[in-house]
């Protein structure tokens, strides 16, 4: 065996095949082994100009938001909080059951997100450069599964 530095279009077919199968067999998936994101990314507009912008991702009923800014001068007047909303407002739409985040230990953004009722699941010791970083979530009760979120 050699081990080589390939493209996804080559391992594409090989990679679906294979992980269908143990999808089935570990998780109990009757999807067709697809672990691809629906991914999307909010703007935060006042007159013509963006003043916040947001990314999120779902997967396997997981919503995960990251890259949350607000404009230096556009803090502290709710357009955090609208992000977050229209986050949890899509991810609920597409049947999430888990909402998801994680950000530096050590950030005033921990306080934000603890009003909006994210609690911390884990910390991440000596994560991204070197930091540490909590994983803070929400569940959202209520929510079964849909489709393969
Ligand atoms: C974190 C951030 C997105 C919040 O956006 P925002 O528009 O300023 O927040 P909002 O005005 O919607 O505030 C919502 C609530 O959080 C609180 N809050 C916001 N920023 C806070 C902070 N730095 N520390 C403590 N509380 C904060 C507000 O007081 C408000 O609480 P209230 O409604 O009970 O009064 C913004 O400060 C930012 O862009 N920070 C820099 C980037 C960053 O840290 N992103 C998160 C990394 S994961």
Known sequence: ???????????????????VVVDRENLDLQIDGSWQPEQHVLK???????VGVAEMR????????????VGRDWRNRGIGRQLVARFEAMAHDAGCHK?????????PAVDFYTRLGYRVEARLHDHYFHRDFLQLSKSMPNQGRKGRQ
């Open 1 to 19: 065996v050699i081990i080589l530095e390939g493209t996804r279009e080559e391992i594409k077919d090989f990679r679906d095949a294979e992980w």
């Open 44 to 50: 935060a507009v006042v007159d013509g100009e963006i």
């Open 58 to 69: 779902f997967l396997g009923g997981v919503a995960t938001l990251s890259d949350i800014i």
């Open 99 to 107: 909402l998801t985040l994680k950000t530096p230990a050590d950030s």
